[in-house]
């Protein structure tokens, strides 16, 4: 057990400014132990009441197979809402009452457009929707009624419903109908004439999936359902590896995902069903990594996540982890972790622990963490007593060191709770609906120093929330004066810190809110942080020193 010492009685703003004097491990120690007990109680709410009465802005969600559509871009949050007079709209909030408004009646009458697929590229917000006239088409918006509009008419006709959108590169690519039964692989570079099928692909007996970015290049599922790879030209557009020989079927390729510069996927072999690959890019560096369940049997693997070197994943919905050998790939410990390759929960990190939900046949499903060892692998908190499961989901950092989430008890129900990895400060954050039926807190977000969620109080129906955090860590002041360069950025990005007194703490998270970078800067010289192995997307980036915090925005294109 790590004892760090502290000798003198401190307001909470002199032990986390004199924390960074400190010995990088006790400061650590001294930071997870104090920061909770230093911040100020946040401000829970309803942000909006779009759907007067008990009706539901939001639909089901989870429990109705139809996920909340939310998304962060900028200072807005873009959200799919029905306020029982339009249908499901596009929605954006700047995080207020008053600044949350219908953005654009896109299909008009009650019908709705039902915009999905949120995604970030070129500073503009891509998405489906269908306005009634041309079907569900690709549209785009920049925030504002006016620069929101259809790019294309991609199936004239009928609906091309695009989606799966990713970014690589320099490209946004898509899958969307060509004909009423056959879909392919789309991209665009923003313009309606760069609005194209990417060449060198005829999908002919399979639909594009998976699509995955790494090293600048789009992987997915291609015209044969194997392994494929583009840049979005002609030449550009490969097979990486035929994963099943003629004669046995298809790969079934699913679940696909880059991590510290390598594909994990799930696949069917030539003698295995559905079972953990790895994928360097090359067609030698495509290999199943192990056979969990031997036999017609498949072991289901899902959830990647990568954790101090290695990639955690569930086989057979227990805990195994690789490090991208076949050696290397083992069972990790004896853990029930996520009940299907559907289910909703996820693992979530730091640079110290992993959490995820697991039931160890004793206390039901609940909140665990990992320092990577076995031994390190403990219950963080019982939530609901006895056998009976609390369920875990919905993980998402805030800016503090905590995180929040979903978990269930049998006397208040599902409702939100926060912790910072410990027992003792793992707590309800809000009992938002009395009771056991519980509110139900869905679609956990980040963004702008709030957590957003959707939730359902009993009265008001399903509306969205606001957590506020914007009184940082001990009401230290936020720190503007630090740059990215560049922003967006494709190998690396440069923070220029120099005007910050060292030392100062950096991570990166994601839009999952896991943290996919951190380091404990000594000096004011510039610090470069690696993106060439970062999934195309946005991500936030939140430096913490004994001056202040200071947080930003960071794209990254591949």
């Known amino acids: 057990m790590l004892v760090c010492s502290w000798p003198y009685k401190a307001t909470c703003t002199d032990i986390i400014k004199n924390t960074f004097i400190m010995r990088f491990t006790c400061r650590a120690a001294i930071l997870a132990a104090l920061l909770p ?70 299909n008009p009458g009650a019908s709705g457009s039902n915009p999905a697929y949120f995604t970030l590229y070129d500073e503009k917000v891509y998405f489906s929707a269908n306005d009634g006239t041309y079907g569900a088409e690709l549209w785009v918006s920049d925030g504002t009624e006016a620069g929101t509009f259809m790019l294309k008419d991609l199936f004239a006709g009928g609906s091309s419903n695009p989606g799966l959108l990713t970014v690589a590169g320099n490209l946004l690519f898509f899958s969307a109908r060509i004909s009423n039964n056959q879909f392919t692989l789309w991209q665009t570079d923003g313009t309606e004439t760069g609005t194209v099928t990417t060449p060198g692909l005829s999908f002919m007996g399979a639909d594009p999936g998976d699509l ?99 990639v955690y994943f569930s086989g057979l919905g227990e805990l195994w982890r690789t490090d991208g050998t076949l050696i290397g790939t083992t069972y990790f410990k004896n853990l029930k972790v996520f009940q299907a390759s559907n289910d909703p929960a996820m693992f979530l990190s730091d640079d110290q622990y992993l959490y995820f939900p697991a039931d160890d046949g004793f206390n039901g499903r609940e909140l665990w963490r990992s320092d990577g060892t076995p031994a390190g692998t403990q219950l963080v908190k019982n939530i609901n007593s ?23 008890d049998n006397n208040k129900g599902c409702e939100l709770w926060v912790s910072d990895g410990t027992t003792a400060g793992t707590t309800l954050a809000a009992d938002i609906r009395s009771g056991s039926d519980g509110s139900n807190p869905q ?63 950096t991570l990166l998270f994601n839009q999952a809110g896991q943290v996919v970078y ?22 936030r980036l939140a430096l913490i020193g004994s001056a202040g915090v200071g947080h930003r925005h960071l794209v990254v294109t591949h």
């Not at 871009?73 to 249908?87: I, P, Y």
């Not at 679609?443 to 509306?463: C, I, M, P, S, T």
Request: charged residues 20%; aromatic residues 12%; proline residues 8%.
């Open 386 to 408: 006895n056998f009976f499961s609390s369920n875990p989901q919905d993980f998402t950092w805030g800016n503090d060191g905590r995180f929040w989430f979903r978990a269930c």
């Open 37 to 106: 007990y230093c911040l100020p109680s946040q401000s829970i709410s309803r942000l909006t009441d779009l759907n007067p009465g008990s009706a539901h802005t939001f639909p089901e969600g989870i429990i109705a197979g139809d996920p909340v559509r939310m998304f962060a871009a900028g200072d807005l949050l873009f959200f799919s809402a029905d306020d029982g007079v339009h249908g499901r709209e596009l929605w954006v909030s700047d995080g207020t009452i008053d600044g949350t408004r219908l953005l654009i009646d896109i």
């Open 518 to 539: 951190a380091t404990h800067q000594s000096d004011q010289s510039r610090l470069v942080i690696p993106t060439q192995h970062l999934p195309a997307g946005i991500y």
């Open 443 to 505: 679609a956990l977000l980040y963004a702008n120093n709030a957590l957003y969620f959707v939730a359902d109080d009993g009265v008001h129906g399903r509306e969205l929330w606001k957590v506020d955090l914007s009184s940082t860590a001990a009401n230290m002041p936020e720190v503007l004066d630090f740059n990215l360069t560049p922003n967006p950025a494709d190998e690396h990005v440069l923070i220029d810190a120099s005007t910050i007194p060292a030392p100062f703490e």
């Open 212 to 310: 995955t970015a790494m090293n600048n290049l789009l992987y997915f599922s291609g015209p044969d359902a194997e392994l494929w790879a583009t840049d979005g030209t002609m030449d550009g557009s490969l097979r990486v590896k035929e994963i099943t020989p003629p004669g046995y079927g298809s790969p079934n390729i699913d679940r696909m995902v880059a991590l510290g510069g390598k594909l994990y996927f799930s696949a069917d072999g030539e003698t295995a069903n559905s079972e953990p690959w790895v994928s360097d890019g090359t067609g030698p560096g495509t290999f199943r990594l192990a056979d969990i369940s031997p036999g017609p049997s498949a072991s289901e693997p899902s959830k990647f996540h990568l954790f101090k070197g290695y």
